[in-house]
């Protein structure tokens, strides 16, 4: 894809509160390797969009929030790859449009706005069957463009880690790069997801259906943790935010508030708690998702003006 580069992957050591000496732990950084197509969804992007050349689509359609880190990475690559985007939004249409939407309308996404009812039912197929006969013949990605081929994508992920670990951890919305990584890892290493949504137990569920249709190996080497939610998709706190300055002022390495925020509070915690063995080694994925931040300036100044 355009204007990738993957040697800016790199594997770097960092530090957290609760480091102590028994306990190594690195930072894959995804979030390097493009300025907009960043992180897992560039992986999750390259083997669909191959797919979608093969079959002459000329236009990618897909789904997602108003604030969506896959919106704006599928306006990029759709654009960098000489594909049409249509993005359907879910809820009402907001002028000004958020930094998010304007980029993916400024690479040539048109949008679409489908009440939550509606969009809700998106992955029926009598709404395809809608979608085919108002938008023509589109390569349709599902929301978070998780399917079998970003699998594919994200196992890749594992091919830039240029050291030996015990655990891979990584943050999960719909769970494509997670199941992705799992079936990349071999020998008795161990993948620990962190969900960003509340409520999220059926993503086991989901994980492994994904795993199972893309690989013949049984697997039985990850967890997901549900402990580090912050009460939800998209819900941050004063806690959480405080922890992300800290590691940005040690590490020199900014994390969005959504999903790897999160997660590296999760490992931290758990390093307190000495839930890894002493001499682990622990390889965190940095995913991106910094664009995310923008969106969410004034929901993090509310939550410091108030005490
Ligand atoms: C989309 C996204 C995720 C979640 O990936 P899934 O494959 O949907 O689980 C994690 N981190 C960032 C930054 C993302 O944008």
Same mark, same amino acid.
Not at 147 to 174: H, M, R, W
Not at 184 to 191: E, F, N, Q, T, V
């Given at each position: 894809?355009?204007?990738?580069?993957?040697?800016?992957? !790199?594997?770097?050591?960092?530090?957290?509160?609760?480091?102590?000496?028994?306990?190594?732990?690195?930072?894959?950084?995804?979030?390097?390797?493009?300025?907009?197509?960043?992180?897992?969804?560039? @992986?999750?992007?390259?083997?669909?969009?191959?797919?979608?050349?093969?079959?002459?689509?000329?236009?990618?359609?897909?789904?997602?929030?108003?604030?969506?880190?896959?919106?704006?990475?599928?306006?990029?690559?759709?654009?960098?790859?000489?594909?049409?985007?249509?993005?359907?939004?879910?809820?009402?249409? @907001?002028?000004?449009?958020?930094?998010?939407?304007?980029?993916?309308?400024?690479?040539?996404?048109?949008?679409?706005?489908?009440?939550?009812?509606?969009?809700?039912?998106?992955?029926?197929?009598?709404?395809?069957?809608?979608?085919?006969?108002?938008?023509?013949?589109?390569?349709?990605?599902?929301?978070?463009?998780?399917?079998?081929? #970003?699998?594919? &994508?994200?196992?890749?992920? *594992?091919?830039? !880690?240029?050291?030996?670990?015990?655990? *891979?951890?990584?943050?999960?919305?719909? &769970?494509?790069?997670? #199941?992705?990584? !799992?079936?990349?890892?071999?020998?008795?290493?161990?993948?620990?997801?962190?969900?960003? *949504?509340? &409520?999220?137990?059926?993503?086991?569920?989901?994980?492994?259906? *994904?795993?199972?249709?893309?690989?013949?190996?049984?697997?039985?080497?990850?967890?997901?943790?549900?402990?580090?939610?912050?009460?939800?998709?998209?819900?941050?706190?004063?806690?959480?935010?405080?922890?992300?300055?800290?590691?940005?002022?040690?590490?020199?390495?900014?994390?969005?508030?959504?999903?790897?925020?999160?997660?590296?509070?999760?490992?931290?915690?758990? !390093?307190?708690?000495?839930?890894?063995?002493?001499?682990?080694?622990?390889?965190?994925?940095?995913?991106?998702?910094?664009?995310?931040?923008?969106?969410?300036?004034?929901?993090?100044?509310?939550?410091?003006?108030?005490?």
């Amino acid at each position: 894809m355009n204007n990738v580069d993957l040697t800016k992957s !790199i594997t770097q050591k960092i530090i957290l509160p609760n480091s102590n000496n028994n306990i190594e732990v690195y930072l894959q950084r995804e979030d390097l390797i493009h300025p907009f197509i960043s992180g897992n969804k560039y @992986y999750k992007l390259k083997y669909n969009l191959e797919k979608a050349k093969e079959k002459n689509k000329e236009t990618i359609l897909t789904f997602g929030g108003a604030y969506s880190n896959h919106i704006h990475a599928v306006s990029a690559a759709a654009k960098s790859f000489g594909f049409k985007s249509i993005g359907i939004i879910r809820g009402e249409e @907001y002028k000004p449009l958020n930094p998010t939407l304007q980029f993916a309308v400024d690479n040539g996404m048109k949008l679409y706005y489908l009440d939550r009812k509606t969009y809700r039912n998106r992955t029926e197929k009598s709404f395809r069957e809608e979608i085919a006969k108002q938008f023509g013949d589109v390569y349709i990605l599902p929301e978070g463009g998780t399917n079998e081929l #970003a699998l594919k &994508g994200t196992a890749e992920i *594992l091919q830039n !880690i240029k050291i030996d670990f015990e655990y *891979l951890c990584a943050p999960v919305g719909s &769970g494509g790069t997670l #199941a992705g990584l !799992i079936t990349g890892l071999y020998d008795s290493k161990k993948a620990i997801g962190f969900s960003s *949504l509340k &409520g999220g137990e059926y993503l086991s569920g989901t994980i492994s259906e *994904l795993i199972s249709n893309s690989s013949i190996r049984k697997f039985d080497n990850w967890i997901i943790n549900h402990d580090y939610h912050f009460g939800g998709f998209a819900k941050i706190s004063r806690e959480l935010i405080e922890f992300v300055n800290w590691f940005k002022d040690n590490n020199n390495i900014q994390l969005d508030l959504i999903y790897n925020g999160k997660m590296m509070f999760g490992i931290n915690d758990m !390093i307190s708690k000495k839930y890894f063995p002493s001499n682990s080694r622990i390889v965190a994925i940095h995913t991106g998702g910094l664009q995310g931040l923008t969106g969410m300036k004034s929901k993090i100044e509310k939550i410091f003006s108030t005490k």
